[in-house]
């Protein structure tokens, strides 16, 4: 996410830092440079030009913090503006009488079908009953599509064929008004603001409803277009909010960044992978240190603490302080892992020094890294794992061919599990300060900086 944009911003910051103290002329040639950057990312140029200005004018004038060097003050500057252009967090309006309706609303090909089931996931995670409201009949297979994504998450998906939408969705809503259901969400046609019949049937829809909310669901990835499309929505609906999916994708950022700023709609949600759990609540702060490369790890906790057993972990941290930890831990912390999603994923979202790491990394060479790594050790006995000092050549090669290996595989594999049961032993000996190391180099994260280090040398 935003790859190329993170990349560029960074190279500014690294020049700036190594400045020292800074003068008008620094600050002149790295906004210049940030305004490229900018533009490059495809933000809209009002945008672009109202964000240097209000940084030149912090930066040169004032604010200069004695806590902090005057680069540190500059990117800290930068963050702020950026926080501010992307906008304020603003979440779904669930009120008034139940069920409560969203309808989603956007171009086809946008993702609106994928994005209702995720939705209602997320929904039904804060304890909501959702039913699912099939309103798209024109387009092939698009009802199907919402049917077995419902099926796939057990939420009830409604539809009668041949039903016009807007009568199809009154019937949803005392159907599920009468289930106890307390949110309907409505999967509606992909439509063009200039699609005048499509665009009526979008009102008559609301009309019947009343939806609590209208978003707008749009691609990210079609840059600077999306804001136009969403200024076209917005003149013909009364938009509550905007959903930007495939963030996943997006390499530059501009649709992200501008959207807000031009339309006045606020985001409400981000669609960051193509799983059913790839949904995000908007956070404007944790977005602009994901594009500043500071990592999101507000984001990564809460990954962890959704997958992760809590009780199971802490009796881990507790076996590997005490120098007793085995290959058969190291099994369990990347199962944990695992649960956390798309190695790439977690890698982006990791801070500083880990983070500019993390991106040198080919997200599948670690996935298939992982594999290997799982492959080695499901190939080992259950005493060979509580005690690899036993592993000989003989051993050793039996269990390469079991895994489709090298024994050279087998022999890293065991020198970084040492490495880490070092590590952890000295963490153990310094106390409270070590443990905290231990979660700032994210040795409890199933040893991501040892997989990290193996996988640069493997790059270089």
Not at 18 to 37: F, H, I, N, P, W
Not at 131 to 154: C, I, K, S
Not at 199 to 227: T, W
Not at 296 to 325: C, P, Y
């Amino acid at each position: 996410m935003f790859d190329q944009l993170s990349e560029r911003l960074n190279q500014v910051f690294d020049k700036i830092r190594r400045r020292g103290r800074l003068t008008e002329k620094d600050v002149d040639a790295a906004m210049r440079e940030v305004r490229l950057a900018l533009l490059e990312a495809d933000v809209h140029y009002k945008v672009v030009k109202d964000f240097v200005q209000r940084v030149k004018e912090r930066a040169v004038g004032q604010q200069i913090s004695k806590a902090l060097l005057p680069a540190q003050q500059v990117i800290k500057i930068v963050h702020d503006e950026l926080v501010h252009t992307l906008g304020e967090p603003e979440p779904l309006r669930l009120t008034g009488p139940k069920p409560r309706v969203i309808l989603l609303v956007g171009l086809q090909g946008s993702g609106k079908t994928t994005t209702a089931a995720k939705l209602a996931r997320h929904l039904r995670k804060q304890g909501e009953r959702v039913m699912l409201v099939a309103a798209d009949p024109y387009r092939p297979a698009a009802v199907q599509q919402l049917q077995t994504l419902g099926q796939q998450l057990g939420i009830p998906v409604y539809y009668e064929e041949g039903v016009p939408p807007p009568e199809l969705v009154a019937r949803a809503h005392r159907q599920a008004a009468e289930g106890g259901y307390s949110v309907l969400i409505v999967d509606t046609a992909g439509r063009s603001q200039l699609d005048q019949a499509l665009m009526d049937e979008v009102h008559q829809i609301a009309a019947r409803v009343q939806p609590a909310e209208v978003l707008l669901v749009v691609d990210a990835m079609i840059g600077q277009e999306a804001v136009s499309v969403a200024q076209g929505f917005r003149s013909a609906l009364p938009l509550t909010g905007l959903v930007l999916t495939k963030m996943d994708g997006d390499a530059r950022g501009g649709a992200a960044i501008s959207i807000r700023a031009v339309t006045g709609v606020p985001i409400k949600l981000l669609g960051t992978g193509e799983k059913l759990d790839a949904l995000e609540t908007y956070d404007p702060e944790r977005l602009a240190s994901r594009i500043l490369g500071m990592g999101d790890v507000l984001g990564l906790i809460q990954k962890a603490e959704e997958a992760l057993d809590e009780e199971e972990a802490e009796k881990q941290v507790e076996r590997m302080l005490r120098g007793e930890f085995t290959l058969e831990d190291y099994a369990a912390q990347l199962r944990q892992v695992r649960k956390l999603g798309p190695i790439g994923k977690i890698l982006e979202m990791l801070p500083g020094d880990l983070g500019k790491a993390a991106r040198q990394i080919d997200p599948q060479q670690a996935e298939k890294q992982l594999k290997k790594v799982e492959a080695i050790i499901n190939s080992m006995t259950p005493e060979e794992r509580r005690r690899p000092e036993i592993l000989n050549a003989s051993r050793k090669r039996r269990i390469a061919r079991g895994s489709g290996t090298t024994v050279q595989d087998v022999n890293e594999l065991i020198r970084q599990y040492r490495q880490m049961k070092r590590m952890f032993k000295q963490l153990g000996k310094m106390g409270p300060g070590g443990l905290n190391r231990l979660f700032g180099g994210l040795g409890g994260f199933g040893g991501l900086g040892g997989l990290s280090r193996g996988l640069g040398r493997k790059r270089r």
